[in-house]
């Protein structure tokens, strides 16, 4: 076992991101999510949009974690609204982004 210190084994973790999302896009695909999307991923939406986004990283996967939790390996977008994070996941058909999933 390699001994590696705390912040090489987060530079270690971290991926690039692979796609830029603005605190505007992420806002509109949560708005057609709160309308179109299924029934727990409107909810979050709606959540999402009442506390209103103040922050969003870009499409990446790993991270640093958080809140006692490890990274998260599937590519996602982390979104702050209010005083919660959540991940969205995001899929893509004719060349448009949308909500697939979001997790709190």
Known sequence: ?????RDERR??????VRINVNV????????????????DVRELAKD???DGV???TGLHELGFG?????????????????RNNYHVYLGKKGGR????NITA
């Open 11 to 16: 530079t270690q973790r971290y991926q690039e």
């Open 54 to 56: 103040s922050k969003v």
């Open 1 to 5: 076992m390699v001994n590696i210190d």
């Open 24 to 39: 505007d896009q992420m806002t509109e695909m949560l708005e057609t999510a709160a309308r179109r999307g299924d029934r």
């Open 48 to 50: 999402i949009l009442k």
């Open 97 to 100: 982004y949308f909500i697939v």
């Open 66 to 82: 958080g809140d006692g939790r490890p990274p998260d390996p599937y590519e996602h977008a982390s979104v702050r609204a209010g």
